[in-house]
C-alpha cells in the first residue's frame, strides 16, 4: 500500500465509529437497506454525516446514534452531489453540479438553496467569532493530470472571485497565481480567516508540494518542506483539526491513524 505524508493543521473532526450494519429511515420508515456510502464523517461518538446512493438516488444521511441507524437528511432530485463539508452536527453544505449549494443549520430538517459560480471543487467553511466564513475551490476539471483552478469566497452572503489560477497561455492570472500544473488535493484555512494551506500532487512521483497564503487567498506562495526531500513516492495531505492549534506532521504507511488525546 501506497506510503503517506500527512500534515495536519488544527485539528476536527472525528471521534466515533461506525457499525458494518446499517439501517436508512425515510419517511418515518426503517428500511432493511445498507446505503452505498461514498464518504461518512462522525462529528463524535453519536453524530455523524454521510454521503451516499440508496435507491439509485445520490442522498445525505444522517445518524445520531453512533451509525447504528442513518437517516436520509436530504434527497438528490436536481443533479449529482459534487462537493460537500461537515461541520458540525448541525451545519452542512452540499453543492450539486448544476452550480447549487444547499445549507442547513439544523440537523438538516431545513435547506436553504443559493446558485453559486461554481459546479465542482472544493469547499471550507469555519466558525469565527460566531460568524461562518466559507471559501470554494473551483475546478475546471481534469486535463492530463493537471486540474486549474479559482478561488471564491463568501462575502455579504455572495461569492466573489478573489483568485485566478493559472490557465494554459493564458496572462490573466492573479499576482503569485495557483499554478496550472497538478491536482489540488486538499485546503484549510486557520481561524485568523487570512492564513491557507492547499496541497497539490502532481504527475512525478515526489513532486507534491504545499502552497500558502497569508492574506485570505488572494496571493499564494509556494512553500519548501525539505522533509519532503527524503521521501519517494510521497504525498502531502491537509485536513482541519480542530483540538491541536499546533502542526503536526506524522508519516503514515496506510494504515488507519488514531490521535489519542
Same mark, same amino acid.
Given at each position: 500500500?501506497?506510503?503517506?505524508?500527512?500534515?495536519?493543521?488544527?485539528?476536527?473532526?472525528?471521534?466515533? #465509529?461506525?457499525?458494518?450494519?446499517?439501517?436508512? %429511515?425515510?419517511? +418515518?420508515?426503517?428500511?432493511? $437497506? &445498507?446505503?452505498?456510502?461514498?464518504?461518512?464523517?462522525?462529528?463524535?461518538?453519536?453524530?455523524?454525516?454521510?454521503?451516499?446512493?440508496?435507491?439509485?438516488?445520490?442522498?445525505?444521511?444522517?445518524?445520531?446514534?453512533?451509525?447504528?441507524?442513518?437517516?436520509?437528511?436530504?434527497?438528490?432530485?436536481?443533479?449529482?452531489?459534487?462537493?460537500?463539508?461537515?461541520?458540525?452536527?448541525?451545519?452542512?453544505?452540499?453543492?450539486?453540479?448544476?452550480?447549487?449549494?444547499?445549507?442547513?443549520?439544523?440537523?438538516?430538517?431545513?435547506?436553504?438553496?443559493?446558485?453559486?459560480?461554481?459546479?465542482?471543487?472544493?469547499?471550507?467553511?469555519?466558525?469565527?467569532?460566531?460568524?461562518?466564513?466559507?471559501?470554494?475551490?473551483?475546478?475546471?476539471?481534469?486535463?492530463? #493530470?493537471?486540474?486549474?483552478?479559482?478561488?471564491? %469566497?463568501?462575502? +455579504?452572503?455572495?461569492?466573489? $472571485? &478573489?483568485?485566478?489560477?493559472?490557465?494554459?497561455?493564458?496572462?490573466?492570472?492573479?499576482?503569485?497565481?495557483?499554478?496550472?500544473?497538478?491536482?489540488?488535493?486538499?485546503?484549510?484555512?486557520?481561524?485568523?480567516?487570512?492564513?491557507?494551506?492547499?496541497?497539490?500532487?502532481r504527475c512525478e512521483p515526489g513532486k507534491s508540494s504545499l502552497y500558502m497564503t497569508t492574506d485570505g487567498r488572494y496571493t499564494w506562495n509556494k512553500k519548501i518542506i525539505p522533509l519532503l526531500s527524503r521521501f519517494d513516492e510521497e504525498y502531502i495531505s491537509v485536513y482541519s483539526l480542530n483540538i491541536l492549534l499546533n502542526l503536526l506532521i506524522v508519516k503514515s504507511f496506510g494504515q488507519y491513524l488514531h490521535?489519542?488525546?
Amino acid at each position: 500500500m501506497k506510503k503517506a505524508l500527512v500534515i495536519l493543521i488544527i485539528l476536527t473532526l472525528l471521534f466515533g #465509529g461506525c457499525q458494518t450494519k446499517r439501517e436508512v %429511515k425515510e419517511s +418515518n420508515t426503517f428500511h432493511k $437497506l &445498507i446505503p452505498n456510502f461514498q464518504y461518512f464523517q462522525m462529528i463524535d461518538r453519536n453524530n455523524g454525516w454521510a454521503i451516499g446512493e440508496n435507491m439509485g438516488e445520490n442522498k445525505v444521511f444522517i445518524t445520531n446514534d453512533g451509525g447504528t441507524t442513518w437517516v436520509t437528511a436530504l434527497t438528490s432530485a436536481i443533479g449529482d452531489i459534487r462537493e460537500w463539508f461537515f461541520m458540525d452536527s448541525d451545519h452542512a453544505w452540499i453543492l450539486y453540479s448544476n452550480e447549487t449549494l444547499y445549507k442547513t443549520e439544523d440537523r438538516g430538517k431545513n435547506w436553504d438553496a443559493d446558485e453559486v459560480p461554481f459546479g465542482m471543487g472544493k469547499l471550507f467553511f469555519i466558525n469565527s467569532g460566531g460568524e461562518y466564513q466559507g471559501w470554494a475551490l473551483k475546478e475546471y476539471g481534469p486535463a492530463s #493530470g493537471n486540474v486549474p483552478v479559482d478561488v471564491y %469566497k463568501l462575502i +455579504n452572503n455572495k461569492w466573489t $472571485l &478573489i483568485h485566478e489560477g493559472e490557465l494554459p497561455n493564458s496572462t490573466s492570472a492573479s499576482p503569485n497565481p495557483l499554478p496550472y500544473e497538478g491536482e489540488k488535493k486538499s485546503f484549510v484555512f486557520l481561524t485568523d480567516v487570512k492564513t491557507g494551506f492547499i496541497t497539490v500532487e502532481r504527475c512525478e512521483p515526489g513532486k507534491s508540494s504545499l502552497y500558502m497564503t497569508t492574506d485570505g487567498r488572494y496571493t499564494w506562495n509556494k512553500k519548501i518542506i525539505p522533509l519532503l526531500s527524503r521521501f519517494d513516492e510521497e504525498y502531502i495531505s491537509v485536513y482541519s483539526l480542530n483540538i491541536l492549534l499546533n502542526l503536526l506532521i506524522v508519516k503514515s504507511f496506510g494504515q488507519y491513524l488514531h490521535l489519542m488525546m
